[in-house]
T-cell receptor, first 114, second 112 residues
Framework: NAGVTQTPKFRVLKTGQSMTLLCAQD?????MYWYRQDPGMGLRLIHY???????AKGEVPDGYNVSRLKKQNFLLGLESAAPSQTSVYFC?????????????FGQGTRLTVV | SQKIEQNSEALNIQEGKTATLTCNYT??????LQWYRQDPGRGPVFLLL?????KEKRKERLKVTFDTTLKQSLFHITASQPADSATYLC???????????FGAGTILRVKS
């Protein structure tokens, strides 16, 4: 049981390039989240999804897009990368009854935009 | 807007002592609060969840309290060990549980 897997683990982008981060979970969870983590600022919610085919904005959605075409996958896209998007990105998933369960996190993707 | 505050400075304690970490929040009334542990280079790992109608929750050497009047949660590690050194994050549910929002975390260092 792999849990939550993020691809890739590391990436360096040039300003203006685009890329997609993939999050895959094998626990049949309904809810999935994308966070970014920067020093001193903790985890900030970018976008989230409460089920296949649905997405919603979090605290810092600008510059990112997401898609949830399959229940097990949640994709985070950067259309035109900027140095301010240099960060560590974490994906998480939970079962539908969030009030009684924890979030499971992936190992993170370290992205550097130069 | 909602705000979650945790001790911004690292907490340094001696092995065997009790570590106490604080999580304060404003402008919101969460139905529950969670605590996570994060080690360098890794994703957060769930530790404990406490609901609004629970005053205290325990798990082995861990204890969490939840005071909805003060809008504060305290996280205690008793008989601390160097292996407890990590960053500890608190998280609140928002929008009826659809969103999980985190504090910035507190670094705990336990010295032997």
């Amino acid at each position: 049981n792999a849990g939550v897997t993020q691809t890739p683990k590391f990436r360096v982008l040039k300003t203006g390039q685009s890329m997609t981060l993939l999050c895959a979970q094998d626990m049949n969870h309904e809810y999935m989240y994308w966070y970014r983590q920067d020093p001193g600022m903790g985890l900030r919610l970018i976008h989230y999804s409460v089920g296949e085919g649905t997405t919603a904005k979090g605290e810092v959605p600008d510059g990112y897009n997401v898609s949830r075409l399959k229940k097990q996958n949640f994709l985070l896209g950067l259309e035109s990368a900027a140095p301010s998007q240099t960060s560590v990105y974490f994906c998480a998933s939970t079962v539908k009854e969030l009030m009684n369960t924890e979030a499971f996190f992936g190992q993170g993707t370290r992205l550097t935009v130069v | 807007s909602q705000k979650i505050e945790q001790n911004s400075e690292a907490l340094n304690i001696q092995e065997g002592k009790t570590a106490t970490l604080t999580c304060n929040y404003t402008n919101y009334s969460p139905a529950y609060l969670q605590w996570y542990r994060q080690d360098p280079g890794r994703g957060p790992v769930f530790l404990l969840l406490i609901r609004e109608n629970e005053k205290e929750k325990r798990k082995e050497r861990l204890k969490v309290t939840f005071d909805t009047t003060l809008k504060q949660s305290l996280f205690h590690i008793t008989a601390s060990q160097p292996a407890d050194s990590a960053t500890y994050l608190c998280a609140l549910d928002m929008e009826y549980g659809n969103k999980l929002v985190f504090g910035a975390g507190t670094i705990l260092r336990v010295k032997s």
